[in-house]
């Protein structure tokens, strides 16, 4: 491996786009969890395809890792260059390129962010419904197979994204899919891609998948007494097929927080947020059978709105409900955990989840896209207090046995990267051995995003 070489290769085919700036290096060297800083060796600013094919044939040639970067809003350190190198920041492929209404699909730079690409829908009757909450780029939520708060009604990434564009390890540029809605022709290389966390290429271009934005739209929240009961109503609400376009759970501690951050006013209970697509009658019938629903399951009053004020209120609270558990405990910092379950199973694993971290040392609020079955865990810690960060670790690692017990995932939505590689395994079996053939197919020299995701090499 010479990284100095190809450092020296990419900056004469990028000139100035190419830095070894501490400044640029440090702020690629960093992520939204408790990953120590691990700047890489030089950052370089790609604008075309072409730029990126090159850069990997150079860093192929002396054997320099390669790191892709979007937005960075990565909770599992996707893309911190723990073995050194070059971070590829696609902040500059930030193009729409091509937007076909009456296929209700469009094509887009990497670089692009999803909020970006909804404000350049609006004047087109479509939008672009997966909402992770950050405002990721488009190409780093396909790398990591993103979901979010829509998921229960539009899918994920894998399920929105139509084709890519990728330049694989050696500079090969590839193209999977088409802008047909189905295939039978071949391996399903687009999904292979999407999720593989920049580990077998890196992504230039995306076809994506657009919906046709709903006529109305209404949004409520209602309480609850207990944990259960909401989690209760979340299971029965997806089985009596109400069709619901978000489903969020919030627990009491999340409803202090909030409240102290965005000047909301929740009791202090377990709380569903809940939005509905459609015209405006359905919108309006599909609150009531909800409402119905709350009221059978014991919680309520459930208070809805169709007012755009109000939804945008609502949701850009949850949205920040991050950020609103950070500011409750002065000083933390969060390991921010997830887990997936079947559905029948979501009350059992949210009820056995608090308790766990109800007799830890640290706090944990509960927040969760749980029409899906993920919930998340924001394990906040203290670095001046010892034994924390251990106890945090100790809680997500029990997290996931539980997850797997009940027959699901390690991650629902945020992924693998280094934070979760040792679950690998105990979840794939021999599956997770031939990820990483997959892997030494395509990338034999171990160049693209090496010690994350699949089996070490050596």
């Known amino acids: 491996m010479n990284v100095d070489r190809a450092i020296t290769a990419v900056s004469g085919i990028l000139g100035d786009r190419l830095t070894r700036s501490d400044a640029d290096r440090k702020a690629h060297g960093i992520s939204e969890s408790y990953f120590p800083v691990t700047p890489p060796d030089a950052v370089a600013y790609p604008e075309t395809t072409e730029e990126v094919s090159r850069i990997l044939a150079a860093c192929s040639e002396h054997g320099c890792p390669v790191v892709g970067w979007g937005a960075g809003t990565s909770l599992e350190g996707h893309a911190l260059a723990v073995r050194g190198g070059i971070c590829v920041d696609f902040s500059r492929m930030d193009k729409l390129l091509s937007v076909n209404d009456a296929d209700m699909d469009a094509t887009v730079q990497p670089g692009l962010t999803r909020e970006a690409l909804n404000r350049e829908l609006r004047a087109t009757g479509l939008f672009f419904p997966v909402d992770p909450g950050a405002n990721a780029s488009l190409g780093g ?8 708060t829509t998921t229960v009604r539009y899918g ?18 590839i193209r999977t899919g088409t802008r047909a809605r189905k295939t039978a022709a071949g391996y399903d290389m687009t999904r292979l891609f999407v999720g593989s966390e920049g580990t077998l290429g890196l992504i230039t271009e995306l076809t994506l998948r657009l919906h046709g934005q709903p006529e109305a739209i209404s949004a409520g929240v ?12 979340v299971i029965a609400t997806i089985q009596f097929g109400i069709p619901v376009a978000r489903i969020e759970f919030v627990d009491a501690d999340t409803a202090a927080a909030v409240n102290a951050y965005s000047g909301m006013d929740f009791p202090l209970k377990p709380h569903l947020l809940v939005e509905f697509h459609g015209s405006p009658q359905s919108v309006a019938d599909d609150a009531t059978r909800f409402g119905e629903l709350v009221e059978e399951m014991g919680g309520g009053p459930f208070r809805w709105s169709p007012k755009a004020e109000d939804r945008s209120a609502l949701w ?10 950070l500011a409750s405990r002065k000083g933390a910092r969060a390991v ?3 887990i997936c379950v079947p559905i029948s199973r979501l009350a059992e694993a949210v009820e056995e989840t608090r308790a766990d971290i109800a007799a830890s040392p640290i706090p944990g609020p509960i927040i969760g896209h749980v029409g899906d079955g993920n919930f998340h865990a924001i394990l906040m810690v203290n670095d001046e207090a010892p034994g924390e960060l251990a106890a945090a670790k100790a809680l997500s ?12 995932t390690a991650t629902g939505e945020h992924g693998v ?8 395994e105990a979840e794939h079996g021999q599956t997770w051995a031939a990820m990483g053939d997959i892997k030494r197919a395509l990338d034999p020299t171990g160049i693209l995003n090496p010690g994350k995701l699949v089996p070490p090499s050596n």
Not at 158 to 168: F, Q, R, T
Not at 222 to 233: I, K, N, R, S, W
Not at 397 to 408: D, I, K, N, P, T
Not at 417 to 424: A, L, P, R, S
């Open 397 to 408: 690692h029990r997290m996931v046995e539980r997850a797997l017990r009940l027959g699901g």
């Open 156 to 173: 994920t990434m894998a399920d929105n994204v139509l084709g890519l564009e990728v330049v694989l390890a050696d500079g090969r540029v």
């Open 141 to 148: 939520m396909a790398a990591t197979r993103a979901s979010g």
């Open 417 to 424: 990267g280094m934070g979760k590689t040792d679950y690998m």
């Open 336 to 338: 921010v955990t997830d």
């Open 316 to 325: 850009e609270m949850r949205h920040k409900a991050y950020y609103a558990i």
């Open 222 to 233: 209602c309480a609850f007494d207990d944990m259960g009961a909401a989690v209760d109503t």
